[in-house]
C-alpha cells in the first residue's frame, strides 16, 4: 500500500474517532427508551441497590421473639448497674439485717404479751379487790340483820339464852346498854310471858368505813303475851353500827330511826 493510502487511512480514522466518541457521550446520557423509530410505551428503568453500598438500609430478616429466663437476682443486679445505682448489699449485710428486723418483731411481740400479762393480772386484782370489798359489805349487812333478828326473837323458855346471845353479838354503847341488865330483862319477859318472833324485811348499808359501817334495817316482830295472847305485827327501823373489833364484826350501837 502506497504512503498516501495510510495516510489517508489513518485521517478517516482520525476523524472517525472523534465523531464516535461524540456518539457514546450521547448514547450515555439519553433517556432510557425504545430506539428512535421504536413505537411502544417506554418501562420503567429499575436499578437494583446493592446491599454492599447501602447496608444500613438493607430488609433484615424477621427474627422470633426468643423468651429469655433471668434470674431474679441478675436482673435487679443488671438494673441497678444500668440505672447508675448503688451495687446491691453483699449477703452477710442481707443476713444481719433480716436477723435485727427478727430481733425487732419479736421485742414487739414480747412487749404486746408483757402489756397483756400486766392488763390481766391487773385486771384479776381488781375482781378480787371488788369482790372482796362486796364479800365485806354484806358482812356487816349480816351481823345487822343477826343483831336485830336477835332482839327481836325472844321467847319465855329461852329468855337467858337469848339474852346471852345478844350480848355475845354486842360491843360498845351497845354492849354497855345491856351489861348487868340482863337478869332483870329476863325476869320481866318470864313473867309477862312475853314471846316475839322477828323478822327482817330489808337492809342495806348507809355508810361505812375501813372498820365500821351503818346499816339500816327494816324489820316486823310479832309480839304476843298473858294479856295479848293473839299475835300483835309491829313494824320499825333500826340503824345498827357494825365494828370490826380485831377481826370479829360486832353490834357496837343500835338505834331507832323513824
Avoid at 38 to 66: D, I, N
Avoid at 135 to 153: C, E, S, Y
Wanted: aromatic share 4%; charged share 30%.
Amino acid at each position: 500500500m502506497s504512503s498516501s493510502t495510510q495516510e489517508r487511512a489513518a485521517d478517516a480514522v482520525g476523524e472517525a474517532s472523534p465523531a464516535r466518541k461524540e456518539r457514546s457521550r450521547r448514547r450515555a446520557v439519553r433517556h432510557a427508551g425504545p430506539p428512535v423509530g421504536e413505537s411502544g410505551t417506554p418501562q420503567p428503568v429499575v436499578l437494583a441497590k446493592s446491599s454492599e453500598a447501602h447496608p444500613a438500609t438493607a430488609p433484615q430478616p424477621e427474627r422470633e421473639p426468643v423468651a429469655e429466663t433471668i434470674s431474679t437476682k441478675k436482673a435487679a443486679a443488671e438494673g441497678g448497674v444500668k440505672s447508675g445505682g448503688a451495687s446491691p448489699p453483699p449477703e452477710d449485710e442481707k443476713r444481719t439485717r433480716r436477723s435485727w428486723k427478727s430481733l425487732i418483731g419479736y421485742g414487739a411481740v414480747a412487749v404486746v404479751v408483757l402489756a397483756l400479762v400486766v392488763a390481766a393480772v391487773v385486771l384479776l386484782l381488781d375482781q378480787r379487790s371488788a369482790r372482796e370489798r362486796d364479800d365485806r359489805r354484806q358482812a356487816f349487812i349480816d351481823t345487822a340483820r343477826q343483831t336485830v333478828l336477835n332482839l327481836t326473837t325472844i321467847h319465855p323458855e329461852t329468855a337467858k339464852e337469848d339474852v346471852d346471845r345478844i350480848l355475845a353479838g354486842a360491843s360498845g354503847a351497845f354492849l354497855a346498854e345491856f351489861k348487868g341488865r340482863e337478869d332483870p330483862f329476863v325476869g320481866v319477859v318470864r313473867d309477862a310471858n312475853v314471846t316475839t318472833e322477828g323478822e327482817v324485811l330489808e337492809a342495806g348499808i348507809q355508810s361505812e368505813t375501813d372498820i365500821s359501817a351503818d346499816v339500816l334495817v327494816a324489820a316486823r316482830t310479832m309480839v304476843t303475851s298473858t294479856e295479848q295472847p293473839e299475835p300483835s305485827p309491829r313494824d320499825f327501823r333500826m340503824r345498827v353500827t357494825v365494828s370490826d373489833d380485831n377481826g370479829k364484826l360486832t353490834a357496837s350501837k343500835v338505834e331507832f330511826v323513824p
